[in-house]
């Protein structure tokens, strides 16, 4: 099976699901079960974000399970089912997460994550809510500095609600996917 064919069957599932009736967010071990796809985890996660970058599913954090994710498909990707048109990319540096980034490209991103920090530092935040968005941007600053950055969970901890709801955030999150996409391209 290919990429593309695995995406396929995911969004078909999620379909399906919706047109019966089920409008609940499902688990990567119900796509797994449903669809017949044996891969890992991190291969559907993969898949799934492609998807939900062409807008055809949408993802939430799933808080009872340790770093999981509920997958549900948006109307464009209902409609592009029922009209048989799916706009599907596969992007496979997106797997593995390697991308070859300068080292310009890493301080502007060390940057934009001191600038994160600002930010969270001055929003007027409950002390719980500062301390996680704090933690995930130390926890991003620490995946950046190594040697092979997972640029992919780099990502998901940045799009968490935690951070992404914090006014001021989503122009610099947006300039961190530039820089990171202008190396995924190249």
Known sequence: MSARSDQLAVIKYLHRRLS??????CTIA????????ENSN?????????????????????????????????ATGYDAVEKGDIPIRVD??????????SEHQKS???????????????ARLSN??????????ESAEKLVETPD???????????SPTIAGVTGIAGLLMAFVQIVMAAAGS
């Open 30 to 37: 119900t796509i797994k079960k449903n669809t017949g796809l």
């Open 149 to 159: 950055p997972l640029w992919p969970e780099i990502m998901r901890l940045l799009r």
């Open 108 to 122: 502007e991103i060390r940057r934009i994550l001191k600038e994160m920090r600002v930010v969270i530092e001055k």
């Open 20 to 25: 019966s009736g089920d409008t609940r967010y």
């Open 42 to 74: 991190q291969y559907l996660l993969a898949l799934t974000d492609d998807l939900e970058s062409a807008g055809l599913v949408i993802t939430r954090q799933a808080y009872q399970m340790s770093g999981g994710r509920l997958f549900q498909i948006t």
């Open 128 to 137: 719980a809510r500062t301390a996680n968005a704090m933690a995930l941007i």
């Open 92 to 101: 496979s540096a997106a797997w593995t997460g390697r991308f070859e980034l």
